[in-house]
């Protein structure tokens, strides 16, 4: 049974959800506020598969509780609660860690999907390990440095760095699309499953981190390069 982690300052709305997604299978467990959400989350590794995360908290708002949950190596999925679909509220969202997010106010269906969809990405990632006849291989060795799909880590010469599951998603699509120029709409829809039209900065942010990650010198990447005007291209092997 998934353990789904609520974090939502309106106890008529938490407990609402709450009930919901009991019904769904969900075993559910709320927080009022953001330290709450961040001590129920970070107390026990692994206690739960995902985390509904509100934006708008009495204490401190819901990018800081995503950023200080992946700062304390917590890489549990978050499905994030827009007070708008405001573009600059998603990019935040992205840029502080946050899987996928959902403007409020939403339909209780369309957030039992994305969880779904959450919860069986990360649960598909997980089981590549044991899959070996997966289409795409669980890890990806290039540079000296080895990408595992299974984990949701790279082994990198200054030690593994863990990544959440959108950069690791972002990462397999770019490897699988190698040496070919993806462009940013593309990977908005491929990656984050956005049609609207949403500001393609939230794109950027990922690129920086990701060539912190695997480049040498990320201020001249190498393998995780710019095409102008487009979009970017993953090359593993730049010298042949
Ligand atoms: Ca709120």
């Not at 269906?109 to 997966?134: C, D, F, K, P, V």
Request: proline residues 4%; aromatic residues 8%.
């Amino acid at each position: 049974m998934a353990k789904i982690l609520l974090v939502e300052d309106e106890p008529i709305l938490a407990e609402g959800l709450r009930f919901n997604l009991e019904l769904e299978g969900w075993a559910t467990e709320v927080a009022l506020d953001g330290e709450s959400g961040l001590k129920l989350a970070t107390f026990v590794e692994n206690r739960f598969d995902a985390i509904i995360l509100d934006v708008m908290l009495p204490d401190i708002d819901g990018f800081e509780v995503a950023e200080r949950l992946r700062a304390a190596g917590c890489y549990v999925p978050i499905l994030m609660l827009t007070a708008r679909s405001q573009p600059e509220d998603i990019l935040r969202g992205f840029a502080a860690g946050a899987d996928d997010y959902l403007p409020k106010p939403f339909e209780l269906s369309i957030l039992i999907a994305r969880l779904n969809g959450l919860l069986r990405r990360h649960e598909w990632l997980r089981r590549e390990r044991s899959n070996a006849t997966s289409t795409l291989s669980q890890s990806f060795h290039f540079a000296g440095r080895t990408i595992d799909f299974s984990n949701l880590e790279i082994h990198t010469p200054g030690g593994p760095i863990t990544l959440t599951l959108k950069e690791a998603e972002l990462l397999r699509y770019l490897i699988k699309h190698e040496g070919e120029c993806v462009s940013r709409k593309a990977l908005l829809e491929e990656v984050w499953g956005l049609r609207e039209d949403t500001d393609t900065r939230a794109i950027d942010n990922f690129i920086v981190r990701l060539r912190r990650y695997i480049e040498d010198d990320s201020a001249n990447p190498r393998h995780l390069l710019t095409v102008r005007g487009i979009g970017y291209k993953f090359v593993a092997r730049p010298e042949e």
